[in-house]
């Protein structure tokens, strides 16, 4: 049986509702935070040599990493769906934002939140990710502006790979999103999916969803 292990906040929810999109069998371990430090507990850091969220397991199977597995589930489980094929004009983009999210994106937010945390700082490297950070948000409002999804007019894993730091990510590091009115639709496309409504029900039931 896929066992989806979800951090509480935490970019397993990703994997919770690519399973609510797929419509397949999963069974659901939710995890909450350490109260003290807000990190993953010591139930969640065993899972994976590298204790970070997120994680799945099937059968002796034990799997990390937001990317691979989403690209695991879909092939093995989806049968393809959610991605896109080499022979579509929408490959190129797909795999451009599939991949944007955890290689450029979130980089730059986790530095930026960590900066900030430490009081900031005037350094040119740290300048140079807080621009980073503008143009990835720049970069995604323009994309949106386009179509209706990262890929073009059809929803996909690039979707649901990108959302996190244009949702859950701003609870640790709020954001402005008054200049992204593109963004600010797509959010709430994304919000009217029942798969994604079921999805935040189940796995951050007590989180109101950040989609505006």
């Not at 639709?185 to 951050?204: F, G, H």
Request: charged residues 20%; contains cysteine; proline residues 7%.
């Amino acid at each position: 049986m896929l066992t989806v292990h979800h951090l509480e906040a935490s970019q397993s929810d990703r994997i919770v509702w690519l399973c609510e999109e797929l419509a397949i069998p999963y069974e659901l371990k939710r995890y909450d935070r350490d109260a003290d430090t807000r990190m993953a507990p010591a139930a969640y850091k065993k899972l994976h040599s590298f204790g970070t969220a997120p994680v799945i397991t099937d059968g002796d199977l034990v799997l990390s990493e937001s990317g691979a597995i989403i690209e695991y589930i879909i092939q093995k489980y989806g049968h393809g769906r959610l991605s896109v094929s080499p022979d579509s004009p929408e490959y190129a983009d797909y795999l451009h934002w599939f991949h944007f999210a955890n290689g450029s994106f979130m980089p730059a937010w986790m530095i930026e939140m960590f900066i900030n945390l430490m009081g900031g700082s005037d350094h040119a490297i740290a300048k140079a990710f807080g621009e980073r950070l503008a143009k990835s948000f720049a970069m995604a409002e323009d994309r949106l502006g386009q179509g209706s999804y990262f890929a073009g007019e059809t929803f996909t894993a690039a979707d649901i790979i990108m959302l996190f730091p244009l949702t859950t990510m701003r609870m640790f590091a709020p954001m402005d999103m008054g200049p992204f009115p593109h963004i600010r639709a797509y959010l709430q496309r994304i919000s009217e999916r029942p798969a994604y409504q079921r999805a935040v029900n189940k796995a951050d039931p007590e989180m109101p969803p950040v989609t505006q």
